[in-house]
């Protein structure tokens, strides 16, 4: 009714009329289909409830056939009036619905409303059926209780009719008859077991009746009086049986371990009847008769242990029959009479002696014989490696535990004197067994080296430039594939390994790998002494960018770790390098155009040379537009680096300057405003990369007015005082760069740092630059020691950023051996850069008597200004920019004191906690 029955749009009428009536019926059909859903629903309930009541009323029909059913079923009805009222609960819940449809006239289909209204009257109808099952359960009950007492009574007379048997067994003394009398005593057990059951079952229902219990006392002693009897002729008729068994029987025939227990057993069972029997003469006869019998045979056991000992063989037979002087033969027809006959009792310490050494020579060949069943099932698990077409082992534990202990097992039979007639077995066992041990270890050594090899020898760049070594891998790999391909055919390893073929086969192919390996190391050698950073990246990383040589571009990930702070390279389309990129993104355009043509160690050092040359270049134009250009636009147009050398060189001379003329309080001013200048910009609007330049050049610029400032409380007048020359000042002269610290002095770098920030420079900081200068202008390293956080390795870093030098951070652990260090000074010496060695007293002590020495070489080389020098036996290229520093914790446990020959390489600073305050106000300030 919402909708009008037309509507006017400009020039249209429109009638809505058969809209209406469609979503006037769309509304009527889903209110049908929400109704008739909500039936359906509601007839499921409805059943269901049905069908449990079903349940109950079918389980109300059970007639009980015992009393304990009819007390079970008391016990069930009890759960009855519960289970009624939760589903009551439902179908009153469901009638709630239902009241709810009717409310919208909905018609129930005839079995929807048979259903509802049967559900509804279950209850009701359980009710009543309780009731009349209560009343036949009080029928059944009283119908039981006369069973019951009608059976006990014929129990009564069971009972005595068996007393009287029982009793009546004193009178049984014939031995002959012993099978028969057997047989009764069996059939009386059993009679004697079923009243016991039935006496539990009537004490029980008498329980259940709520009437007295029966003492059923006089059967629990009938059947203690009738355990004796039972004994006695039991044991006595199966003796006999056995008896007659082993003395006609095959002697192949009889089980010599069971024969001992059964012959003990009726020893023991006999020794006992003797005693109980002592007022019934008759039986205490028999008794006394059969254990005369068994103590007479018992003798014979350890002869039928020997004649029946798993281990005797035809050897031992032959040694028995040539000790005893007459043969001695296990046939069909050798029963026991028959060896009494031959009178083998008297030797029976002849034949136990044979017994004994079959049975250890036995145990000897059951060992062996577990040993390669163990084997059997034991196969290698091999799975394909990757794209290669071939195959990997893996390595499995328990088949290299197996081994082992299967060849101590072996050592030790080989030990034992009962070894002779399995000796060329166990020799031929254990050769096997130490072949494939032996082939297991050339095995997994030969697949480690392949493993490394294998994706280096791949790479086609790798191939030409060692095609020697190329060679050797691909014929150790022909090897390889063949050895795999067997093995994947056949994974059995005991099968397998014990062949000597197999074992050359595999020392050759780790022959050839370990020439190979030998080839690499010697190439990455060669590569590393042409570009001595590459000793700053591992093996991996190496061959990535040298199994890549025709993609210069391969070389960007690595750039990062050779360079102090180049990330990225920029290559025009015809592979020109034109510019470097920083970590932060900064840009700094090359001084000449680079081709990365020829070996890619070469093209590096090129690539290093232009990037120093660079630097260079672009220094010198900062510092010659600086005078004619606002500062406050000048250190927006040059990159960080750039800046911050440019302005610190131009305080070094002007600060000189105005110390000569004695104006030192004025240049202070100077400074100042300088610095709300820099202050000024800081607040305006600029960059990322502007902000960061800004950021680490106002740290520097505060730690130089402060300088100024010192020195102008102190009075300063000279420009030669301890408190002006004590500072690194920056110097252009002859087209290059100068550090000068004291009375030393150093060529700035040019290594490219980016745009990073500096580390704010507390009088502390100033101290240890200090101690560090003079330690390099002497040759000497730097070990500032102290506790953690106060500065150790990141001072060092910013010296070195302060001079433009790469400085390389190395964390030591007690790992690091000898090789690993010298690989590293190597690249160290060569590449003119710096190392600085974070807790290096964790090194062990006997690494670090080599590394002083080492560090000793370097140092003499440095000392004697020399170009080269010979280093663990190989000459390799000295830059003289290169130094050593250590960093120390002092009294930590685990720590290595350092050998004094190594101390004297040092010179020691000692660092302490920094002025948090003064750190934090000009990283705010900054």
């Known amino acids: 009714n919402t909708i009008p029955s037309s509507v006017v749009i400009g020039p249209f009428w429109l009638s809505t009329d058969s ?270 008769e059969m254990r005369t019998g068994i103590e007479e045979f018992r003798p014979y056991i350890p002869l039928i242990q020997g004649l029946r000992n798993p281990g005797m063989r035809n050897r031992h037979w032959e040694r028995l029959s040539s000790e005893l002087g007459f043969p001695v033969r296990p046939k069909a027809s050798l029963t026991f009479s028959k060896c009494l006959d031959m009178k083998l009792q008297d030797h029976i310490e002849v034949i136990a002696k044979v017994a004994e050494v079959a049975g250890k020579e036995y145990s000897i060949e059951q060992a062996l014989d577990k040993m390669e069943a163990e084997w059997d099932p034991v196969k290698f698990e091999i799975i394909a490696y990757k794209e290669t077409g071939t195959y990997i082992l893996r390595s499995s534990d328990e088949s290299s535990q197996l081994l082992d202990d299967h060849i101590v097992m072996t050592q030790s039979m080989s030990f034992s004197p009962y070894k002779k007639p399995f000796e060329e077995r166990i020799t031929t066992w254990e050769s096997k067994l130490r072949m494939t041990q032996d082939v297991l270890d050339e095995w997994l050594l030969c697949q480690r080296s392949w493993l490394y090899l294998e994706p280096i020898f791949s790479s086609e760049d790798i191939n030409h430039q060692l095609p020697v070594e190329g060679k050797r891998f691909q014929t150790m790999d022909r090897m390889w594939r063949k050895i795999m391909k067997n093995a994947n055919d056949n994974p059995q390893v005991i099968s397998l390994c014990p062949d000597a073929r197999l074992l050359e086969n595999l020392k050759e192919c780790n022959k050839l790998l370990e020439q190979v390996q030998k080839g690499l190391s010697e190439y990455l050698e060669t590569k590393r002494s042409a570009f001595p950073r590459f000793y700053f990246l591992s093996d991996d990383e190496l061959l990535e960018i040298l199994s890549q040589t025709k993609d210069p571009k391969a070389v960007q990930p690595h750039l990062r770790k050779c360079f102090e702070n180049m990330a990225k390279l920029h290559f025009e389309e015809d592979l020109a390098i034109t510019k470097m990129f920083s970590m932060e993104g900064e840009c700094v355009p090359m001084s000449e155009k680079l081709y990365p043509t020829g070996n890619v160690e070469d093209w590096l050092l090129e690539v290093e040379r232009v990037m120093r040359e660079s630097l260079r270049t672009i220094i010198g134009r900062s510092l010659e537009v600086y005078p004619d250009t606002e500062r406050t636009q000048w250190v927006l147009d040059w990159p960080g680096q750039v800046v911050i050398a440019g302005c610190q060189t131009f305080w070094s001379s002007e600060v000189s300057e105005s110390l000569e003329e004695g104006k030192l309080d004025e240049r202070l001013q100077i400074l100042i405003d300088q610095l709300a200048g820099l202050v000024g910009l800081v607040r305006g609007k600029l960059t990322k990369m502007q902000r960061e330049i800004l950021s680490a050049l106002i740290v520097i610029e505060v730690h130089a007015r402060d300088v100024v400032a010192n020195m102008v409380d102190l009075g300063i007048k000279n420009v030669n005082d301890f408190e002006w020359i004590s500072q690194l000042r920056y110097y252009w002269m002859n087209e290059n760069l100068y550090v000068r610290a004291v009375n030393a002095e150093f060529p700035y770098g040019y290594e490219y740092l980016g745009n990073t920030g500096r580390l704010v420079i507390t009088p502390l900081t100033d101290r240890c630059y200090l101690t560090l200068t003079g330690a390099l202008h002497l040759k000497f390293g730097g070990a500032p020691a102290g506790p953690a956080g106060t500065g150790k390795t990141e001072t060092t870093k910013d010296l070195g950023k302060a001079m433009a030098v790469q400085c390389v951070v190395f964390n030591c652990s007690d790992q690091l051996d000898f090789m690993a260090m010298g690989k590293f000074f190597k690249g160290l010496a060569s590449a003119g850069a710096w190392a600085c060695f974070d807790e290096f007293n964790r090194i062990d002590i006997e690494v670090l008597s080599v590394v002083a020495q080492q560090i000793i070489t370097i140092q003499k080389a440095q000392q004697q200004k020399v170009d080269r020098f010979m280093f663990e036996g190989v000459e390799i290229a000295l830059k003289a920019a290169c130094a050593v520093f250590i960093t120390m914790n002092p009294g930590y446990a685990g720590r290595t004191e350092l050998p004094d020959n190594l101390k004297a390489l040092f010179r020691p600073v000692a660092m302490m906690v920094p002025d948090y305050a003064m750190i934090a106000e000009i990283s705010l300030y900054s």
């Open 19 to 288: 809209v209406r009536q469609n979503l006037a019926k769309k509304r009527k059909a889903l209110a049908s289909a929400v109704l008739e859903l909500l039936a359906k629903k509601l007839a499921v309930q409805a059943n269901e409830a049905c069908e449990a009541f079903k349940g109950i009323s079918r389980k109300l029909y059970d007639k009980p056939n015992s009393i304990e059913e009819l007390a079970e079923q008391r016990e069930w009805m009890k759960t009855i009036p519960e289970a009624l009222k939760s589903h009551e609960e439902a179908i009153n819940k469901a009638m709630t619905d239902y009241e709810l449809i009717e409310e919208f006239y909905y018609n129930l289909s005839q079995d929807d409303f048979n259903a509802k209204w049967t559900a509804i009257g279950w209850p009701h109808k359980i009710e009543d059926q309780v009731d009349l099952t209560l009343q036949q359960l009080d029928e059944d009950e009283d119908r039981f209780r006369k069973i019951q007492l009608s059976d006990q009574n014929n129990f009564q007379d069971r009972l005595d009719t068996l007393q009287m048997v029982v009793a009546g067994f004193a009178a049984h003394t014939d031995i002959s008859k012993a099978h028969e009398i057997g047989n009764e005593v069996r059939r009386i057990s059993k009679q004697l077991k079923e009243s016991q059951e039935l006496a539990q079952t009537y004490n029980n229902r008498e329980r259940l009746f709520e009437m007295p219990v029966t003492d059923y006392q006089k059967l629990a002693k009938m059947v203690r009086d009738f355990e004796p009897y039972r004994n006695l002729w039991l044991t006595t008729s199966d003796w006999l049986k056995w008896h007659e068994s082993w003395m006609t029987d095959p002697l192949t025939t009889i089980d010599a371990e069971a024969l001992e227990q059964q012959v003990n057993n009726s020893y023991k069972t006999m020794h006992k009847c003797v005693k109980l029997f002592k007022d019934v003469p008759g039986c205490q006869l028999v008794a006394t």
